[in-house]
């Protein structure tokens, strides 16, 4: 079965689309630890991130360090944060969160910020414009 995240690049599943190149996409991550909060992934489905070839490994790190320029940009941060996890959804993602105190990149924060499904469409087309 295709993971939500190819359903994503499919457009079967809507998202708030940050940027895109012809291989990864990035898009605001809909439970964001920190505003700004988002995913970058290759459009290729593969489940862990240590598996992409060199190519596309290297691929999606220079996209999301773009993306990563194009977010501080958009967002007050002091730096931009990354993680990788990957244990909820199996298709490899980079997480991409927007850091001014170290509690912004705690994946247990009980009190993630909420915003409007409007507030995440200007937030997205803000990054964009930076991209
Ligand atoms: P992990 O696989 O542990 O790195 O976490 C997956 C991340 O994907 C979580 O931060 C979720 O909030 C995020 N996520 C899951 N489904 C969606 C979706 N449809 N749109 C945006 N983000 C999502």
Known sequence: MASIFSRIVAGEIPCYKVAETDTCLAFLDINPMAKGHLLCIP?????????????????????????????????????VGVAVQGLDVPHAHIH????????????????????????????????????
């Open 96 to 131: 991409l969160i927007p850091l001014n105190s170290p509690d912004d990149l705690d994946f247990k924060r009980a009190d993630r910020p909420k915003f409007t499904p409007e507030e995440f469409q200007q937030l997205a087309a803000e990054i964009a414009r930076h991209f």
């Open 43 to 79: 459009k290729k489905e593969i489940d862990y991130i240590f598996d992409l070839d060199d190519a596309q490994f290297t691929d999606l790190q220079l996209f999301s360090k773009r993306v990563a320029k194009a977010l501080k940009q958009a967002v007050q941060c002091i730096r």
